[in-house]
T-cell receptor, first 111, second 115 residues
Framework: DAKTTQPNSMESNEEEPVHLPCNHS???????IHWYRQLPSQGPEYVIH???SNVNNRMASLAIAEDRKSSTLILHRATLRDAAVYYC????????????FGKGTHLIIQP | DSGVTQTPKHLITATGQRVTLRCSPR?????VYWYQQSLDQGLQFLIH???????AKGNILERFSAQQFPDLHSELNLSSLELGDSALYFC??????????????FGNGTRLTVT
């Protein structure tokens, strides 16, 4: 699977939007972009995924660059509960059929 | 609540012993995945079952094995335990055969401590 690069940590204020970047310059045409997050003492939680077009759901929005070499997870109005490690993962189904988690971005929300 | 149930929540055992971790997937999900999370290795994919059949293996040691039963629950067996096997073990389930387009839903894990 292609590699992703995320900042180690980010800080934001409560009730403000948060933009979490992810670079994936070696992405292939069949790679889906997945985002998961892991709150303290819990298992990872699915956030959103997409292939080419921007995606929205009740948790977040995913903005995918036109060349697909980068993407941004957008939390529209951060709450303290959004403090977590956010993982950006590429996967297309080749090789071992399991998502490969990197180190992710540790998001800190200030009240 | 993801709908994925893992038991037990905590397990403490000695080196050389064998343990079994259990996972009940969400209702309707046919795929079960096992992951190991340790402080130095992060989340590592171990193995994937779909509808009772092994689909893929990741970084799973030969001392570890798993199976998925006809009722779709799964068990991860860890034997000849070593101190380095201490970790959080997560189970995840999904409805589809492939994870690239079928979100995974994770349980809250079993914390294994080997002394």
């Amino acid at each position: 699977d292609a590699k992703t690069t995320q900042p180690n940590s980010m800080e934001s204020n409560e009730e403000e939007p948060v933009h979490l970047p992810c670079n994936h310059s070696t992405i292939s045409g069949t790679d889906y972009i997945h985002w998961y997050r892991q709150l303290p003492s819990q298992g990872p939680e699915y956030v959103i995924h997409g292939l080419t077009s921007n995606v929205n759901n009740r948790m977040a929005s995913l903005a995918i660059a036109e060349d697909r070499k980068s993407s941004t997870l957008i939390l529209h109005r951060a709450t303290l509960r959004d403090a977590a490690v956010y993982y950006c993962i590429l996967y297309s189904g080749g090789g071992a059929d399991g998502l490969t988690f990197g180190k992710g971005t540790h998001l800190i929300i200030q009240p | 609540d993801s709908g994925v149930t893992q038991t037990p929540k905590h397990l403490i055992t000695a080196t050389g012993q064998r343990v079994t971790l259990r996972c009940s997937p969400r209702s309707g999900d046919l795929s079960v995945y096992w992951y190991q999370q340790s402080l130095d290795q992060g989340l590592q994919f171990l193995i994937h079952y779909y509808n009772g059949e092994e689909r893929a293996k990741g970084n799973i040691l030969e001392r570890f094995s798993a199976q998925q039963f006809p009722d779709l629950h799964s068990e991860l067996n860890l034997s000849s335990l070593e101190l380095g096997d201490s970790a959080l073990y997560f189970c995840a389930s999904s409805v589809g055969r492939y994870s690239y387009n079928s979100p995974l839903h994770f349980g809250n894990g079993t914390r294994l401590t080997v002394t």
